[in-house]
């Protein structure tokens, strides 16, 4: 399964701006990121182009960050379809913790990342309904077609 | 001025007198002392085996000094020295860290202690007529009790609140005329700042005086307080290794707090060489309790810092007057009236696996309240991206610290790395409050 780099920053200024310094020196492309936020702190998510080097070398750092598997879900780009997805997760009674949505191509492509409570297995389930779910390599494929 | 007093004939008692009759009450303490196993032991090692080695005044000089670690070490029971049987009463430090310390008292014991306590009320001005609402802590912290069982005894009408709950304190006042309180001087600032809000003015209390202790303050923050409320306010000192209040208060001239000379022996020494300082010289408190007979203690160092005024007092009590408490020689803080140790703080921290061992306690103001902030560093190793699981963290360590320390601490998780570490000792406790 894709993962997504998790980092514990202070809500204060320059706290995003060491993040990103890192990112570029390690040429570390990101695709999207959020920050779920708590007031004097907040954990920033990012994916990443490659997540285990970010990870290494964020922790190397110093910073608190991990690697959390997350269930990503290619949508085609059209009104209804994200509708569509939601009603079956709510269907299947899947649990999700967190999530955010981007997208990679207009009028193609979307992308929605779910983090789950626990793992569950839908992935058969919503490739027979018609949705692609992407595997580790799934991301950097967006960049290479 | 009309003076009062509770006990004419032991407050005014002239020095001679003062002095044969604390010299008895040496040799009954030391007496006593001798059946407890701590100072079975300490004593005979200074050459005291029992009362009649005491034949002076100044033979208090051969007995060794008694600490807070002494106490520590003795817990449960190394300084009692009845039976069990005859305690009714146990109270106990605050807090579940480090070892507490306790000190036990007998019928009499309690019987003593509410008198002196009558003595301070006496002093102040008030009698039975006045109504008394205690904004101090009741349960193992002596300074609600104290004044409550002192109260009573004067035969004043009691309003046992407690602390806290500031909108409930105000319509109280209001409801049954409160004319006496007994609070620390923050919260009684903080109650004027919410008196507005609760829907009151100054014109709709009926407050004639306030007795303030717990933590240190100054005469100006005691002249503001006076003004605020248009009241005269008395300082109060206590500890509970001493029972608690009742050990020093001032009387109606407000110049310096009557110790109770036939109650305690007085000493102010250096703290560095325990010689003994003279008067107008700032050092460490000494008691030696005179009348206890469950936890007799001897020499004991207070680690509070003052000094005894010179001179008699217009009142003609003949117990010298202590300054306000200027200092520790130690590390303990007063926040909203508790007592706190950086220590307690830091063996919490310790024991928690998803914070780093760099911590720092940050102190500031919060209106005219003390406010606790613990500063700790998230632990790379065991940080899992869960935001569930970081607000649990927070959480728990309120709650660990809550226990620890009894008051409610902000708790703040700073990233690995980002608080400061100095050279050496880190300087762990920041206290920007203005003092008082």
Request: charged share 30%; aromatic share 8%.
């Amino acid at each position: 399964m894709p993962k997504q780099l998790s980092i514990f920053l202070e809500n204060k200024p320059g706290r995003l701006e060491s993040v990103t310094e890192i990112l570029s020196k390690s040429g570390i492309n990101v695709i999207a990121f959020t920050i779920q936020d708590r007031g004097d702190f907040g954990l920033m998510k990012l994916l990443v182009s490659k997540p285990d080097q970010a990870y290494l070398t964020l922790a190397d750092k110093g910073f608190a960050c991990a690697l959390k598997e997350v269930l990503l879900i290619s949508i085609k780009d059209k009104p209804g379809n994200l509708h569509k997805l939601t009603e079956l997760l709510l269907k299947r009674k899947v649990n999700i913790v967190d999530a955010h949505g981007f997208v990679v191509a207009p009028d193609q492509e979307g992308i929605c990342c779910l983090e789950l409570k626990q793992a569950q297995d839908i992935k058969g389930f919503l490739t027979k309904e018609g949705f692609r779910v992407l595997d580790e390599e799934g991301l950097a494929e967006i960049y290479d077609h | 001025m009309v003076i009062n007093y509770w006990d004419k004939e032991h407050e005014t008692l002239d020095k001679q007198a003062l002095k044969k009759l604390q010299l008895r009450r040496l040799k009954d303490t030391v007496e006593a002392a001798l059946k407890t196993p701590f100072y079975k032991s300490r004593l005979c090692k200074a050459g005291i085996k029992s009362c009649d080695d005491i034949t002076c005044i100044e033979d208090l000089k051969k007995i060794p000094f008694t600490t807070k670690d002494d106490l520590r070490e003795c817990y449960p029971q190394g300084l009692l020295a009845v039976g069990l049987e005859g305690v009714v009463r146990i109270h106990t430090s605050s807090g579940t860290t480090g070892t507490p310390t306790v000190i036990y008292h007998t019928r009499e014991d309690i019987n003593r202690w509410t008198d002196l306590v009558a003595r301070c009320i006496i002093a102040t001005g008030v009698n039975q007529g006045d109504i008394f609402q205690n904004m101090m802590s009741y349960g193992m912290f002596t300074g609600g009790l104290g004044l409550h069982y002192g109260a009573e005894r004067v035969g004043l009408t009691v309003i046992p609140i407690g602390s806290g709950n500031t909108k409930r304190q105000i319509q109280l006042m209001h409801d049954f005329k409160t004319t006496l309180v007994h609070a620390t001087p923050s919260y009684l600032l903080h109650i004027y700042s919410k008196l507005e809000e609760s829907g009151f003015s100054i014109k709709d209390l009926v407050l004639k005086k306030a007795y303030l202790g717990a933590e240190p303050y100054s005469e100006n923050t005691r002249k503001k307080i006076e003004e605020l409320f248009a009241i005269d306010a008395y300082n109060s000192y206590g500890l509970s290794e001493m029972n608690g209040p009742g050990v020093a208060f001032e009387c109606l001239y407000k110049c310096g707090m009557h110790v109770w000379e036939d109650a305690y022996l007085l000493e102010v020494i250096d703290p560095k060489t325990a010689v003994e300082l003279g008067a107008d010289k700032e050092g460490e408190i000494v008691f030696t309790t005179l009348t206890r007979e469950a936890t007799p203690l001897l020499r004991y160092r207070t680690r509070d810092l003052a000094f005894i005024y010179k001179g008699e007092c217009k009142c003609q009590r003949s117990h010298r007057r202590l300054s306000r408490i200027t200092g520790r020689t130690d590390d303990m803080l007063i926040v909203n009236g508790v007592n706190l140790y950086p220590s307690q703080i830091e063996e919490v921290i310790m024991r928690i696996p998803e914070v780093g061992t760099n911590y720092q306690i940050y102190l500031e103001k919060e209106g005219s309240l003390d406010k606790l902030v613990v500063k700790v560093e998230i632990y790379s190793k065991m940080f899992k991206g869960d935001l569930a699981e970081l607000d649990n963290l927070r959480d728990r360590i309120k709650d660990e610290l809550r226990a620890a320390v009894i008051i409610n601490p902000v708790v703040e998780l700073h990233e690995p790395g980002n608080l400061p570490v100095f050279e050496g000792k880190a300087k762990r406790v920041l206290d920007m409050r203005q003092k008082l």
